[in-house]
């Protein structure tokens, strides 16, 4: 309740803030009082059912639910867009707030922790100074390549990472349990989850930019045709937490990577001259995220499952934290990697004579060759639209592939680390 406070007032403050940094500032505290609600959630979950079938249906629900609010977000904000001011889409955010603590006192068990745990301040900082340089190293390197600064500010985020680790093991109240991570399956969950969000960025960037930037559809006609995969996903997780329960966890969650491969081997044969080329990127974006939502839901329900009850809050901040870092690094490096593509791709394409300003945009992205595009005489501009759409093209094709093969090798991580012993399935029995 105390972050649904903070998370209304700071969409308030971002709504109105009439800088560049003030939104920054703003978005970066919402993220602060945003972070404290999915944890809680699962930590309530896991307190509210005891029972493990019940439990399950009930992490299916969430799963879903949270994919679908993924799913209609963008169209209401499309619509918001289109309709208000930019600060609107910040200011939808406080009813929803509003309505939560008037129902949540009522509907919502309390649960406390025996101990009160300190918070290390200092290993936030120190994660924070491994996040960041790590993130800006990997980002810089796959656009520029290996030169100095990269690699230095790399280096030292490593170096933070080192001292972060070192620090969680020989402190009394970690930040981070590293020592749970250690243990085969929960480590091995948490990681699983990481690649999952990490390759759904994949799925995310080009599929956005396909819609917008290459088939020209306005932001709000995009999210339209983006709820049509979510269909997919609404069944999904049901149905692999069903499939669980008599498969095992483990053999779902490699169908799930599988399912997602396959996905994103559909999205690397969407072709412009092709057939039907939107509902091949739907197929394939649809197949994505029912394979990946139904692995992050056995994830959730796995993890969760096993904490104590009074840790369940500090195994869902886990859980989030992976996947936050998964979607972080999937957008640093898969989409360096689509930018990379695009950019020696579009240098070839391009008709000769282009003014090097105008060159210079429509090398960089797919948007900036529509801006330059504004700017020139019908031919050129034709052409250098038919060029970056090309290009986009190709770094799609890339990018998808090396999703979908990091989701093949995922599953062979999936089989190992959370194999399930004779004696494990005994005691389950």
């Known amino acids: 309740m105390i972050g649904s406070v903070g998370f209304a007032l700071c969409s308030?403050?971002?709504?109105?803030?009439?800088?560049?940094?003030?939104?920054?500032?703003?978005?970066?505290?919402?993220?602060?009082?945003?972070?404290?609600?999915?944890?809680?959630?699962?930590?309530?979950?896991?307190?509210?059912?005891?029972?493990?079938?019940?439990?399950?249906?009930?992490?299916?629900?969430?799963?879903a639910v949270m994919a679908s609010g993924v799913t209609v977000g963008p169209i209401i904000g499309g619509l918001l867009?289109?309709?208000?001011?930019?600060?609107?889409?910040?200011?939808?955010?406080?009813?929803?707030?509003?309505?939560?603590?008037?129902?949540a006192p009522f509907l919502l068990p309390e649960t406390r922790s025996a101990v009160r745990a300190r918070i290390d301040l200092f290993s936030s900082v120190l994660a924070l100074a491994a996040i960041l340089p790590i993130t800006y190293g990997v980002k810089t390197l796959a656009e520029d390549g290996w030169t100095t600064i990269p690699i230095v500010v790399l280096a030292a985020?490593?170096?933070?990472?080192?001292?972060?680790?070192?620090?969680?093991?020989?402190?009394?109240?970690?930040?981070?349990?590293?020592?749970?991570?250690?243990?085969?399956?929960?480590?091995?969950?948490?990681?699983?989850?990481?690649?999952?969000?990490?390759?759904?960025?994949?799925?995310?960037?080009?599929?956005?930019?396909?819609?917008?930037?290459?088939?020209?559809?306005?932001?709000?006609?995009?999210?339209?045709?983006?709820?049509?995969?979510?269909?997919?996903?609404?069944?999904?997780?049901?149905i692999a937490a069903k499939l669980s329960l008599t498969h095992g966890r483990p053999r779902i969650m490699a169908g799930g990577f599988v399912l997602s491969a396959i996905g994103f081997g559909v999205l690397t044969q969407v072709r412009l001259d092709g057939l039907l080329p939107l509902a091949f990127m739907l197929v394939g974006a649809g197949l994505v995220a029912a394979g990946i939502v139904s692995v992050m839901t056995l994830v959730a329900d796995y993890v969760v499952g096993v904490a104590p009850a009074d840790r369940a809050g500090a195994v869902g901040g886990l859980i989030e934290t992976s996947s936050e870092l998964g979607g972080a690094f999937g957008i640093a490096l898969l989409g360096s990697i689509l930018t990379a593509v695009y950019h020696n791709a579009v240098s070839s394409l391009l008709p000769a004579g282009l003014a090097p300003e105008s060159a210079l945009a429509a090398g960089q992205t797919i948007a900036g060759a529509a801006a330059a595009s504004h700017l020139l005489p019908a031919e050129a501009a034709s052409q250098v639209i038919n060029a970056s759409k090309e290009a986009f093209m190709t770094g799609m094709h890339v990018t998808c592939l090396i999703a979908g093969v990091i989701l093949l090798l995922a599953t062979a991580v999936t089989a190992v680390l959370l194999r399930e012993k004779k004696t494990d399935v005994s005691a389950a029995a």
């Not at 749970?180 to 699983?192: K, N």
């Not at 080009?206 to 306005?218: A, E, I, P, R, W």
Request: hydrophobic share 60%; net charge positive; no cysteine.
């Open 157 to 238: 985020g490593m170096i933070a990472g080192f001292v972060f680790v070192r620090r969680q093991l020989t402190i009394q109240n970690p930040l981070i349990d590293i020592r749970a991570l250690m243990e085969r399956r929960t480590g091995g969950s948490i990681l699983i989850n990481l690649i999952a969000t990490f390759t759904l960025m994949a799925s995310a960037l080009v599929n956005t930019q396909f819609l917008q930037s290459v088939l020209g559809y306005s932001p709000f006609v995009a999210s339209l045709w983006s709820v049509l995969p979510s269909v997919a996903v609404g069944a999904a997780a049901p």
């Open 12 to 63: 308030m403050f971002a709504a109105f803030a009439q800088t560049a940094a003030a939104l920054i500032l703003a978005r970066g505290i919402l993220g602060i009082a945003g972070s404290t609600l999915m944890p809680s959630t699962l930590a309530l979950v896991r307190t509210m059912f005891q029972d493990p079938a019940q439990r399950t249906k009930a992490m299916s629900i969430w799963s």
């Open 81 to 103: 867009i289109q309709s208000f001011s930019w600060g609107s889409v910040f200011l939808i955010n406080i009813p929803a707030m509003v309505l939560l603590l008037l129902i």
